[in-house]
């Protein structure tokens, strides 16, 4: 019976050389896939295809496909488990959960064209600063970010905030909801979505919410 | 070249609003003196043709209360808040009203516009246009103002508003800024686009945010803080129940009635909570401190207070003695 599998087993998966496969059709693994991954969709899924792509019985295999909502993986390892692969992980989150985890990909999309590598730096602050405590932390930018011990956004503060008593408290001068996407859209997609919506800037974060790093309109100029 | 000396101050601003729908003229031109002898910079002034509720009683004609606080007051920075471009006031008599105020007040005028209410548009007895008409017709309006305020002789056949070579005489040498009453995404992008700076009724990040992609980066960010400054805090919210029970009714519902009677009939169904939400009461300091951090926080560079109710003195002294000491250095 084949187990499901989380991100970050996944990733410990691969790392320790286990075999993965994308069972998505190939106009969808050639734009970006995990790194190592082999193509077999399923509906090629038969031993001769599977021992051709070298995909060995008695090797982990972690199987994948778009995201959670697809069920492509799943039954992807069942037929894997019937045709008697040993140890079989359905990646069930898939493609877009790793991409938005900010893992790297393989493929002929480039990643320097996603959100996740145009990310730039951006000054950061904790939650129990003063407002004080922030006159040389924003640099050229407007916003410094809110972040916990795991970089996880709590916030941002404008510049606006250092008009403030310096006494202020940064939980107190916080907006708490700023704008965020994950690394894996890409820059085109975000272009639009930034102007349709009127957004100056986006966070990037993981699907965990931690942080990677701002973009703003002039980073994605020439992108759609 | 517009000069926007009239909306820069130094810093976080706590600006002052004259509210014409609950005071008599002569009232108002007092507080606005008041209000100056108190430290406060800039001020704005509601432009109505009704009040919201026949309680608050009054309606001062802008343009004419502008003419008295030009001689009122001496450093006080005033605008409109706001002016609307719909049926009431054609742009080319804003225009010329505008021109003529910043020529009596120079460098000390700003005017605010935006899409108006029924409330106030209704008496010409014309159709109530939808927002994205009234958006269209705000837009159309800031570029005629402007044309005209570059000494252009302007003809308009076709669009929103007719106009027949019209040109103004009485002109300033530097022309007023234009601020521009934002609500949400659409309205933000045109403050961006037309504007010198954005308005808004209550602290909206969003808006700030879209005001800025939309070419407003830098420019200056307004925003109304409704508050009932007493010494009792049940004093305090029994006079916004009296004075100001249209703070409860839901943006969407404020531009759609068309006479205060309506008004009244409407906040009788709200509850005392939805009345008082928006609005910071009492004599505690911090909860003014806190209000205008927020304000900040969204991304506001100036916060007008709107005393609700008779107590202007009280307040101003409030400001002057509690709350400018606690939000300065």
């Not at chain 1, 709590?154 to 403030?164: C, H, N, P, Q, S």
């Not at chain 2, 029994?238 to 309506?262: C, D, F, K, M, Y």
Request: aromatic share 6%; with cysteine.
């Amino acid at each position: 019976m084949a187990e499901q599998c989380d991100t970050a087993l996944a990733r410990r998966l691969a790392d320790d050389g286990a075999q993965i496969v994308e069972v998505l059709p190939a106009a969808s693994y050639e734009p970006a896939h995990l790194p190592g991954a082999v193509n077999v969709p399923l509906k090629d899924m038969t031993l001769a295809v599977l021992a051709e792509r070298e995909v060995l019985p008695d090797r982990p295999t972690v199987v994948y496909c778009y995201d959670h909502e697809c069920d492509l993986s799943s039954r992807a390892a069942a037929l894997l488990d019937a045709l008697g692969y040993q140890e079989v992980y359905d990646y069930v989150a898939s493609k877009t959960a790793w991409m938005a985890a900010g893992l790297p990909t393989e493929g002929t999309a480039p990643a320097s064209e996603r959100a996740g590598t145009l990310a730039r730096p951006v000054p950061t602050c904790a939650l129990d600063a003063t407002v004080g405590e922030l006159q040389d932390s924003f640099g050229d930018d407007d916003v410094c970010v809110v972040v916990d011990e795991s970089q996880t956004v709590l916030g941002v503060v404008r510049r606006d905030v250092l008009t403030l008593p310096s006494t202020t408290s940064v939980l107190a001068a916080m907006q708490p909801a700023p704008p965020s996407v994950r690394p894996s859209i890409t820059a085109a997609e975000l272009a639009r979505s930034m102007e349709k919506d009127g957004r100056s800037y986006v966070l990037v974060t993981t699907s965990l919410g931690r942080l990677m790093g701002v973009l703003v309109r002039s980073d994605l100029d020439g992108q759609h | 070249m517009v000069s926007t000396d009239a909306l820069v101050g130094d810093g976080l601003e706590l600006g002052y609003w004259l509210s014409s729908e609950e005071h008599a003229p002569a009232a108002l031109i007092e507080h606005a003196a008041a209000a100056e002898r108190a430290g406060i910079r800039t001020a704005m002034i509601s432009d109505h043709y009704a009040p919201w509720t026949e309680r608050q009683g009054q309606s001062a004609f802008v343009w004419t209360m502008l003419g008295a606080l030009a001689q009122a007051t001496s450093d006080l920075r005033i605008g409109t808040g706001v002016t609307a471009a719909v049926h009431r006031m054609h742009p080319l008599v804003i225009a010329h009203a505008a021109a003529t105020t910043e020529v009596l007040m120079p460098g000390r005028f700003f005017l605010g516009l935006g899409t108006g209410e029924r409330l106030n548009e209704d008496v010409m007895g014309q159709r109530w246009p939808r927002p994205a008409e009234r958006r269209a017709m705000l837009e159309e309006a800031v570029d005629l103002v402007r044309a005209l305020w570059d000494g252009e002789t302007v003809t308009r056949t076709d669009g929103h508003f007719r106009v027949e070579r019209a040109r103004l005489y009485t002109r300033p040498a530097v022309p007023p800024p234009i601020v521009v009453s934002a609500s949400g995404r659409r309205s933000a992008q045109l403050a961006g686009r037309r504007g010198d700076a954005v308005l808004s009724a209550k602290p909206d990040s969003d808006v700030v945010d879209a005001f800025e992609a939309a070419g407003g980066d830098g420019k200056p960010r307004l925003v109304q803080l409704h508050v009932c400054w007493a010494e009792d805090h049940e004093a305090a919210r029994r006079t916004v129940r009296q004075w100001w029970p249209n703070g409860g009714i839901p943006g969407a519902v404020l531009g759609e009635l068309a006479r205060p009677a309506e008004f009244d009939q409407l906040v009788q169904a709200l509850s005392d909570e939805a009345i008082q939400h928006a609005v910071v009461t009492g004599p505690d300091p911090d909860r003014y401190v806190d209000a205008v951090t927020r304000a900040v926080a969204a991304g506001y560079t100036t916060v007008y207070l709107h005393q609700i109710g008779p107590d202007q003195r009280g307040f101003l002294d409030f400001v002057r003695r509690e709350l400018r000491p606690r939000l300065s250095g």
